[in-house]
């Protein structure tokens, strides 16, 4: 195992993973509830193993094959980093943050209908906000796809299996730890504080790709 390429893998991932955007809200609503979180984490990591190894393997013939066109997405995906980082640094600053309603979760969860009877609605839910969001393929396929691919031959497969494991430990993390959160999350300047954080991480990765 190369660690090196491990934690550049797992590095990327975790800049571009810790972010609640549509999918995570979508985990960390259901964890608060406890509701098919074990189903949802499942098909959520299952989701992103697939989509990360047909990044980093798909990305890595093209980049043979077309060398100015890789490098050319590449900086697509930079800027993109650089965009990202940006508005969460501005969001960071920006008060009036939007703050998770738990008590609607609360409420939804004690009016709803048994578990059973809701297992196949949540499941095809986890599959939308996974497979029909377009941010997914950009995260999984163009920036971890082709950051991996610059990774010498042999080391491909380490820098794949750490953004694999971050990937694995965060949606455990998110989905069982929701409850847990939740009421750190009822405050805006806890939103400031994480989006902070993550546009720091986003823009020093960018700036430590250009290489």
Known sequence: MNWLAFSHGAALCASLI??????????????????????IVLLCTLSDFLLIGAGVGGASVLVERYPTFIHALLYVGLAYL???????????????????????????????????????????????????????????????GTAGAREAQGTRAAFAIGAMSVSAIWFVALGYGARALAPLFRRAAAWRVLDGAIGSMVLLLAVAQLR
């Open 82 to 144: 650089a965009w990202f980082g940006i508005s969460a640094l501005m969001r960071a600053l920006r008060p009036g943050h939007a703050v998770l309603d738990t008590d609607a979760d609360a409420r939804a969860k004690s009016d709803a209908a048994p578990a059973a009877q809701r297992a196949l609605p949540i499941v095809l839910m986890t599959l939308a906000f996974t497979w029909l969001n377009p941010h997914v393929y950009l995260d999984t396929f163009l920036l971890i």
């Open 18 to 39: 810790v972010t609640i955007g549509a999918q995570n809200a979508f985990v960390l609503r259901q964890g608060i509830m406890r509701s098919h979180i074990g189903k």
